[in-house]
Every structure is written in C-alpha cells, then in structure tokens.
C-alpha cells in the first residue's frame, strides 16, 4: 500500500526520485575533512593503512555477497579516513609556531589572491609562500594573508599585484589561532586554509610580475568597472557601487551602512556575486549564442569558454567558481541529452569543489550556498508541488474553456506557492547560517527575498546589458542600461531600509557554542536528505521533521541579545 501511494507521489511530484549515489562518496569524505578539522590528528601510516584495509574490506565484502550494509560501511569507513588524510595535506599545521611570538622575517611570495584597498600606498591579499631564510625552511608551502606597505617607488601609481606576482617582502609574521570565532575575518582565512598572518612590513621587489593574461583580466575589469558607472557614478556613486558589487564582486564599494543593512536583513547574498548572478548571466550567453545558430558543440564550448573568461575577470571568487562548475554540470547534462537531474548535479559539483580544495567546506560561502541549494531541491519544490497540487480552484473546469482572468490567477497561484516553497527552503538553512556566521537572527528574510530577488534579477541582466555595450563602445546603450538598473536598485534598497523600520524583524543572536551550530546544520541536511528519500511521507508526512529540528537547535542551542 505505502510502495503505490509513494509510485503515485512521485508521478505527482517531479522533484521527488532523484538519485545522486556519490553522496556515498561525499558524505564520508566530508566527515573525515570535518574530524580534520576539529583537531583529530593520527599517524599517517594508520590513516593510510586504515583507508586500504576498510577498502579491501568493502571489496571482499561485496564480492561475498555480504548484506549490502556491510560493503557500505567499509566504504563509507575507508572514505572518511581518505577525507581524514586529504585535509592533512592540504592544511599542513606547524604546531610549533602555535606557541612561538611573532617574528620578522623575509619571504619570498606568490601571489593568489588580492583584495580591494582602500589606501594606496597599501596592498594585502592571499599568497603562498616560495622561498625563507634557511631557518626558516619549513615555512615553504604555506598560506599566508598579508596585508604590506608598497615600495615608495610604486605609490603613487598603485602596481598591478595581480594572481600569479611573485614578490620578496619584509615584515612580520604570526600564527593566526586555531579557533578563530565564526564571525571573525580570521574565521575566513581559517576557511581559506591560512595558517599565518604577515603585516607590518613592506614590499620589497616585485620579482616577476603577473602573465599577459592575468594584465587582461585586470584592464578588463576596469574597462567593466567604467561601463557600468556611465552616466550614474558621479550622483549616484552609493548605487554605482551596488551595481559593481553585484557584477564584479567589488563589495569594497559598498558603504559601511549598505553592508549593514543588507546583512541584518539576510540579503547580503543577492549583492555580491553569487550562484544566482553567475546562474543569469550564464542564461543570458546562452541565449544571446542560440540566436547565431551555433552547432551545438561549438556553442557549449563558447559559451562556458565565455563565462570562465568572466567569472576570472571579477577575481574567480571561490563563490563564482562554484556556481560556474554548477552551471558547467547542468550544461554538459543538457549537451548529451542526459535526464535532467539536480539533486546528482548538485553532489557532483561539491565533490569537485570538495577535491579541488577541500578547505572551501568550512567558509560561510560553500556552507550557504550548497546548503541553501540543497534545501530548495530537497524540500522547497516538493514543497511547492504539494501546495500547488492541494489548492487547484479551476480543476473541476476544463482547461480549454478558461477565461484570460483564470489563466492568469492560475499562473499567480503556481508562482505564488513556487517562490513561497522556494523561501521557506531557503530561510531554513539561512536561519542556522546566518546566527552561527554573523551572528544575526532575521525572521523578515524570508519575505524580502520574496521581493529583492526579482528586482535583483532584473538589475543583472541591465548590468550584465550594460557590459556587452561597453564591450562594442556603445556608450548610450551603457547609459540605458545603467540607469535601469539604477531605478530597480535605488527602489530596492529604499525598500528594504522601509521594512528594516519596523520593529522585531531582526535580532543578535549566537550559539552558545560554535561546535552547535554545526552540529545544527548537519542535523538539518541529513534530516532533508531522510526526508527526500522517504518522498517527504509516511512519518515524515506534511514535511515537519526540518522545522522540528530547527526549533528544537534553536530553543536549546541559541542565546539572543
């Protein structure tokens, strides 16, 4: 009885039934980063003996015809201490320095990374360290956030530090801790796999200075930067830098009260670049390439040539790079015809994240975005399906003889519970995030996403309109542009400031500790996966157990105020 009403469920629902059998290899590589990461350290010789063993194991296991659980535990087993080993290669920790002071010393940089400046004379970023003093050998290898003074002679026409610059440095390094708190900055270079800090010093040469394409991407981004501040930039400068944010990553150009408002009403993620704005622009190449009639193959290969050459123009932001490998997935899928799937499009791309650096798992940016995605497949368009499917006012009449006002609250009825199924997803997963990573609880979020989304989406593609004209110097058409999406974001930002008026749409809020937070977040995802596999019925029924266990993390696990 239960096998047919779930057929007949997921006949109903076309989210429902999707498989995504790697999540047997990522969740266990994912436990063993996390143990990694919270201090569990073994010898290698055990780890790797331990991984082959329980490879061996699952092997054996399955040749014998063992119960398919055993085979999945040694699976699963060896995997978690493959995960276990993978983060100690790629974070490798000096536990001396944990304890020695900071000292001066002079190193020999390549550059991964820079940030925006506010001060000319000033240059900071992310680099690996090439070349020490002998003394200092074992610091070879490692990642560093420095933030230095230029040489005298560059400061007045700021150099080009730009990926891929080697350059010799003076300054002083110290070890960052080993529990930054979540809504530090060095909880950010603790994700990005930082373990020193060098500042207080200067540049001393630039030893070899960036590739010709590393220069491109750079004049390119500035060409970009001028075309999308034509005709706004001087009277309008605060909504230029929105405008910049959102189509090139420079948040630098939001102000200190943008960034706050935007922050404290949980929209901060529609005005930096993320999956949603590398998701449009990729939509509209796609479509601007399908009007030259393109053989298919050479499309695809112009298309995703085009949006990489973008996504490294804005800095190939861990964010874009994820969302650009998203896309990249969908459209190969598309290119060979294969079924349309997301929840295994989305698990793909994690793990090749996951194998291209692992340590992007523990930033705020991956936690959000794979678990805000994740929640819209799992539980926001079920979700959206079940009420579209439970409120049907015109079913009884036949669709041939409706009248223009019914299809058209038809529609409304479908968009209005997609976009609000879409919403709850996402502010499951934002609520956890949001109070262990920046330390805010805003219950309005789920609303004015409702709203800021849209007129997000129509701003990018009149920015993104506004950066194809530059690109053909055709200056009136950037004005256009711009000055539309101007009127969106001006209104937007007049709106969301409105709403943050009232009262009790957000509060301070933190973990009581940062291990439960985590531990809250997981306990969702997995809850969601449960619940997907069971097709969101039997005891999991009207799709109660997320909200269960966001209430239950949040009456024992949050303080407010």
């Not at 506010?118 to 420095?146: C, K, M, N």
């Not at 970009?224 to 501040?229: N, P």
């Amino acid at each position: 009885m239960h096998a047919a009403a779930t057929a007949v469920r997921k006949k109903r629902f076309r989210s429902l039934g999707h498989r995504a059998p790697l999540l047997w290899v990522l969740v266990p590589i994912l436990s063993g980063l996390s143990l990694g990461h919270a201090g569990l350290s073994l010898p290698s010789a055990w780890i790797v003996s331990g991984a082959a063993g329980f490879a061996a194991f699952a092997l054996a296991a399955k040749y014998a015809k063992w119960p398919p659980g055993v085979s999945a535990f040694g699976l699963c087993a060896g995997l978690t201490l493959a995960g276990l080993a993978y983060y100690d290669v790629k974070r490798p920790r000096l536990a001396d320095w944990d304890w020695l002071p900071p000292r001066e010393a002079e190193l020999t940089l390549r550059v991964t990374r820079t940030f925006s400046q506010s001060r000319a004379d000033r240059a900071s970023g992310l680099a690996v360290i090439e070349s020490t003093a002998p003394h200092l050998r074992e610091l070879i290898g490692q990642r560093i956030y420095f933030s230095l003074k230029l040489p005298e002679s560059e400061a007045v026409a700021p150099p080009l530090l730009l990926r891929a610059t080697r350059l010799e440095a003076l300054g002083v390094l110290s070890a960052l801790s080993r529990r930054p708190e979540p809504a530090s900055f060095e909880h950010y270079l603790d994700s990005a796999g930082v373990n020193f800090r060098f500042s207080q010093g200067q540049i001393l040469q630039v030893r070899q200075p960036a590739s010709v394409y590393r220069h491109f991407c750079a004049r390119a981004a500035e060409r970009f930067s001028e075309s999308l501040g034509q005709g706004i930039a001087a009277a309008h400068p605060e909504t230029a830098g929105i405008l910049r944010a959102m189509l090139l990553g420079q948040r630098s150009e939001l102000s200190e009260e943008q960034s706050g408002l935007f922050r404290a009403s949980g929209t901060m993620h529609v005005f930096a670049i993320s999956g949603l704005h590398i998701g449009i622009i990729a939509a509209a190449i796609h479509w601007l390439l399908a009007l030259l009639r393109l053989p298919h193959k050479l499309r695809l290969l112009v298309e995703l040539s085009a949006l990489w050459l973008y996504v490294d123009i804005t800095g190939a932001a861990p964010s874009a790079v994820r969302a650009f490998i998203m896309v990249a997935l969908f459209l190969l899928a598309f290119a060979l015809r294969l079924p349309a799937n997301p929840v295994a499009t989305l698990t793909t791309s994690a793990l090749i994240v996951v194998c291209l650096d692992p340590l992007q798992i523990f930033s705020a940016s991956f936690q959000m975005s794979y678990g805000i995605v994740a929640a819209l497949l799992l539980i926001g368009l079920p979700l959206a399906e079940h009420w579209q499917a439970a409120w049907q006012p015109y079913a009884m009449i036949p669709k041939a003889t409706w009248s223009g006002r019914q299809h058209a609250l038809d529609w409304l009825r479908r968009w209005g519970f997609g976009a609000l199924g879409i919403g709850v997803a996402a502010t499951l997963v934002s609520s956890v995030t949001g109070v262990l990573f920046f330390e805010l609880f805003t219950p309005a979020s789920l609303f004015i996403n409702l709203l800021v989304i849209p007129a997000a989406s129509c701003a990018i593609i009149a920015g993104f309109a506004s950066l194809l004209c530059g690109l053909l110097h055709f200056t009136l058409g950037s004005l256009v542009a711009n000055y539309v999406a101007f009127l969106v974001l001006a209104g937007t930002e007049t709106l969301i400031s409105a709403v943050m008026q009232v009262p009790h749409l957000w509060f301070y809020a933190a973990f009581r500790a940062p291990w439960v937070g985590s531990v809250t977040l997981v306990a969702l995802l997995l809850i969601l996966l449960i619940g997907y596999s069971q097709h969101w019925s039997r005891w999991c029924r009207f799709f109660w157990p997320p909200f269960a266990v966001l209430a239950l993390g949040f009456a024992l696990g949050v303080r407010f105020g």
